[in-house]
Each structure stands twice: as structure tokens, then as C-alpha cells.
């Protein structure tokens, strides 16, 4: 919503809070920003003042993620910004032994709490791997993520389907030791800002 003040029309002021494990601190990223740095020099700022926080945890599952998500972000948070949350959600649960169902209520139990608190969600979903195994797995649980956060009327974003056979993120995966590098990070990115992320921010759609 924009204020009239003297005539003039003030700039709607968003704190963004992002977590998730590392690939959300673009870790690996010879650039050293990530899909989300891309993203946030993406995001027009003419009618927008936005303030990042990336508060990432390296190899974090859901678990983790749900017990510390409210305490960290609501020190970020406050009642004269528009307040909005950005969960980049990994792979970690299969490797920790978590079933789909307990992966779920995680996410649920945090997409719950930022919706009492009237805080639109971003999700991106977990990228894929060269492994043909865990991908198997990978696509149960970004399923499963999609249906959560979906039904809740919150944003996600696919980014394992259209990744999985994709020639320059596996060749750029296997070139960074299972990692995104620069170019993963960038079809990462392209993703979330052809899949929403303008829509999600009330801006006009600039690409």
C-alpha cells in the first residue's frame, strides 16, 4: 500500500527474511550471490525499499529449520515494514532420516505460525542431484513440500522437475563437487523470478 504524504507518494518499505541451509547464502558461488543475491538485484526498487536478511544454517534440515525460524526472523521483523519470509528448503531430511510425513508437518508448522502472524511465504523447493536414488526420493519430498505449502495459499516454487534432466546444472553440479556453481545458481534463480516472485511482492512483473 502506498501513503500520500504532501502530496507525494512514499515508497512501500519490505524487510525480507530468508532461511534455509547454505545454498540460500550462496555458499559455492564464485559471484557470491546465489539465486537469491540474483534475485534481490532483479527486484525493481522504484516504487520498493526492500532490506534482506539472509539468515542461512549450513546442512539444515526441516527440523532445525522449524525450531529456529520464528526466533531468528522475528528479530528482523517489526510492525512498520512489510514483513515477508523466504524458506529455501534442501534435501537434508532424506539424508537425516526424517519420513515424508514428519518433513511435511514441519514445513506446515512454520507456514502456520508466518500465517498467524500475516507474513506471505516464499518457498523454494529443493534442487535436484546427479544421483538417480536420491532424486527418486527428492521428487517424493518436493511433492510433498508443493501440496503444504500450496494448501495454505503460500507461494512455492519447483525448482527440482524442471532441473532434473537439465544439461547445465548437472554439468555445473558435477563441476562444483554437488554443489550449484555460478551457472546452477543462475538457472536458480530465473526460476523463481519467472515463477512468481514479482506476483509474490505486489510489483509489476519487469522481466
Do not use: C
Not at 520464528?70 to 532420516?97: P, Q, T
Not at 500450496?150 to 547445465?168: A, C, G, W
Request: a neutral charge; hydrophobic letters at 40%.
Amino acid at each position: 500500500m502506498y501513503v500520500m504524504r504532501r502530496g507525494t507518494v512514499e515508497k512501500r518499505e519490505l524487510r525480507i527474511v530468508a532461511v534455509g541451509d547454505e545454498l540460500v547464502a550462496g555458499v559455492g558461488d564464485p559471484r557470491a550471490l546465489g539465486w537469491l543475491g540474483r534475485v534481490l538485484a532483479r527486484t525493481p526498487q522504484e516504487s520498493v525499499t526492500v532490506e534482506p536478511y539472509v539468515l542461512a544454517s549450513p546442512k539444515e534440515g526441516t527440523e532445525a529449520l522449524a525450531g529456529r525460524w520464528l526466533h531468528e526472523a522475528g528479530k528482523r521483523f517489526d510492525d512498520f515494514h512489510e514483513n515477508r519470509l523466504v524458506i529455501g528448503l534442501s534435501g537434508r531430511d532424506i539424508e537425516y532420516g526424517l519420513s515424508t510425513a514428519r518433513s511435511r508437518l514441519n514445513l506446515a508448522n512454520i507456514l502456520d505460525g508466518a500465517t498467524q502472524l500475516n507474513i506471505p511465504v516464499f518457498v523454494v523447493g529443493p534442487p535436484p542431484s546427479l544421483d538417480a536414488a536420491l532424486n527418486r526420493k527428492l521428487a517424493e519430498l518436493n511433492t510433498a513440500f508443493a501440496d503444504v505449502t500450496t494448501r495454505r495459499k503460500h507461494h512455492y516454487v519447483d525448482t527440482f522437475s524442471p532441473l532434473q534432466n537439465h544439461e547445465q546444472w548437472r554439468n555445473d553440479v558435477a563441476a562444483n563437487n554437488g554443489s550449484p556453481g555460478q551457472a546452477g545458481y543462475g538457472l536458480m534463480a530465473w526460476l523463481v523470478l519467472h515463477r512468481g516472485w514479482y506476483q509474490w511482492l505486489d510489483l509489476p512483473d519487469v522481466l
